[in-house]
């Protein structure tokens, strides 16, 4: 939270939390199919790997971090998709998420606040997908196919 001073009365400021997302395609595999990670935490269920940008880290490092902590890959940053921002996407607080592409080889690994991994074509998707990450998957599948931006 940011403080400031009116008149000598401590005013608090409440701000989104910065987060990031990586859709991440196995360029190592027939169609490049994606990773999703089954989250350790609530909410539970299938999500795109990622979480929160700590204070004094850019958002590049951030998804880097975040894809060797959860499924143990180095990834290749491809480029920013998208940001999602809708105060409703994340049930436990107001979050803004930068979505990245990104790719990677190699055989992944559940890591950190992960549980599982699955290795999915866009067709297969599950059900319980996690926060507004559908719609994000939704618009990428719109982008990869047709190169329709969001």
Known sequence: MQYCLVKDVPMTYRNPA????????????PQRPIILIERLNPPLGWAIPGGFVDYGESVETAAIREAKEEIGLEIELLE??????DPSRDVRKHT???VFLAKAIGEPVAGDDAINFKIVELWELPDNLCFDHGKILQDYWLYRNYGKRP
Do not use: A, G, M, N
């Not at 910065?18 to 595999?29: A, G, K, Q, S």
């Not at 920013?80 to 921002?85: E, I």
């Open 18 to 29: 910065p987060t990031v997302d990586i859709i991440i395609e196995l360029i190592d595999r």
């Open 80 to 85: 920013q998709f998208h940001v999602y921002s």
């Open 96 to 98: 803004i998420s930068i």
